[in-house]
């Protein structure tokens, strides 16, 4: 069951981030499905290694802690960013 759930919601968030891309800047639909799945195999290559060089320097929670953090900036920023990328939408007069 597990094996079938991660690929859900990795499916899931990808098409929750592609709309959003499309609407900021006039991006198109296929353009922004290129972005959000260069993303994913950028992190999904090079995060690994990354992450075992960190452990390997420093120590295994050491580096699990910095993935921690970054996702919690990545939280951070992206809610400070959307006002200044995606303008607010005005009430019909």
Avoid at 24 to 33: D, S
Avoid at 45 to 59: E, N, Q, R
Avoid at 65 to 76: D, E, H, P, R, T
Wanted: charged share 10%.
């Amino acid at each position: 069951m597990t094996g079938r759930a991660s690929p859900a919601r990795a499916r899931w968030s990808v098409s929750n981030v592609i709309p959003v891309l499309g609407h900021v800047r006039g991006i198109q639909a296929g353009t922004a499905l290129a972005a959000v799945a260069t993303m994913g195999y950028l992190g999904l290559l090079a995060g690994p290694p990354l992450i075992g060089l960190t452990a390997h320097v420093t120590s295994l929670p050491v580096a699990l802690g910095l993935v921690s953090a970054f996702c919690a900036a990545i939280g951070v920023g992206g809610r400070a960013l959307v006002p200044a990328v995606i303008p607010a939408r005005r009430a019909p007069s």
